[in-house]
């Protein structure tokens, strides 16, 4: 195995030690690995092939020597899963979310650990200390408690409880400062500065790169098993297909910057043909990249007082990681964005509710930012997208799920209740009849999704058809509260079923929502004028603005 470091500012060469911070020809401490990618490219397919799927399997392009398989955890080779039902709603069918919150503490940040704590080990440290939001301390206490390594974790008092008391619960001590997350991160510096213990350095600890370049490894390996190999470009066929974007909510930025590092060595193997467009997504209350990148500005401009609720995103000085991001952003042809607390939380109940992915509020800042970017024309619909989901649910706070998200029950004394009694009590909570929706579509999934968005967010009795005449058959039996109907169907379509229904008195009044995947005629428009109460562009709406259409038609 052999890899050197080399310097960004001055291109000094040097052997690697995780205790040496500085170039010693330039004392700059942005460093980079490098490795000897022709020698590996020979055989690396294969070996990798032949090796179970988590992190070490690309083990020839991380800087440890001599991996120890004991201490490890189960880290990388999360799943990559495709968003079927999301794809739907935005018409965008390619989403593919990277679900980092199965890493073996919940995150992304256990790559992170796993090889930084593998090298201190090689090394001989046995203490450090790290500054955190949360995540990279639980990480970090993780694997420290396995390698032997006291962890100091410093972390903003803004944290929530149970992760501070989890950082303590594997046996690190947990420094709680109040303050921002900047002045954490001075602090444990100092700290780690006057008694000479090793500092986790964000993106400047070369082995937390190396292991965030393993989820493009994992990416090219998973896209190309689930799409098949790309098309060729210029007669050459490269091995591994990489999407048209890569999106991760940051805040030092580590993540796509070891992912773009990631795509890059595969290109330079001649394994991958393209790196992915980046789109670091960050907080509004707490967005110095984007706010600078929208701006011009060569440096980023520090935030001084983060104003988000998403404290594990609340870097407000990024330094250095933004000017590599700005190049690395512009070289893909990427773009940053930002995104409110509120799209965020959002974003949360999409995800969860559509996917069943529940992700904590730094993770759907990414899924917040991805609809930004849809909307706004900037990913096209025929785009290959993957979503890092970064990191799992912290407890649902009152603030992410708002009022009435339970229905409480509150029995008198056993023998005081009869059995009718507790059917009584169930009564109030789900009365006998809801409201009677039918769905008349031909394609499964769309009606798969439509059931899914009213089931998940209120009580409805669904029937279904797929197509209109068994449509049309349903209705007049059923007599439905609302129609949800698609135009485009075999044997009778939309416009027949609308026009079968108010021919008849029992059925001309049930409303009707259209929801169609076709751009619809100006003549096509005046066959439904009058005749409808709504039309919704399939493709192009998110769950709950559909669900307010229909809150309006049922009273
Ligand atoms: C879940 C989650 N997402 C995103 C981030 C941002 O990571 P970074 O600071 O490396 O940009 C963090 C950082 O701890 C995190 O825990
Ligand atoms: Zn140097």
Redesign the pocket.
Known sequence: MSFTLKCLDCGHTTEYYPSSINCPRCNSQWRETEYDYKNIAENFRSQVASRPFDLWRYRELLPIRNPIPSMRLGEGGTPLIQAVNLGMMLGCPNLFIKDERQGPTG???DRQASVTIAALKEAGITEMVAA?????AIAYSAYASRASIKLWAFVTSLVPAVKMREIALYGSQVIKVTGSYDQVKQMAAEFARQRGLYLDM??RTVTSIEAMKTIAFEIAEQLTSLLGPPTPTNGIQPAWRTPDWYI????????PIGVYKGFHELKEMGLAGRIPALAPIQADGCAPMVDSWKRGLENAEPVSSPKTRIE??A?GDPGRSYNILCKYVKETKGVFESVSDEEAYRAMHVLAKMEGVSA?P??AVAFAGLFKLIRAGVVKPTDTVVINC??HTMPAEQFVLGENWSRNIVLPPKEETPEDGLLAALNNVAPDRFPRVAIVDDTPEARRLIRRILQSQGNYTISEASNGREGLELIQRELPDLVILDLMMPEMDGFAVIDALRARPETANIPVIVSTAKELTPQEKNLLNGQIQSLMQKGDFLNDEFLEEVRTLIK
């Open positions: 995150s992304f940040k955190s939001t949360g995540n990279v964000g993106a991760q909510a940051v805040s030092g930025g580590m993540g594990t995103l870097t904590e730094a993770a970064t990191g």
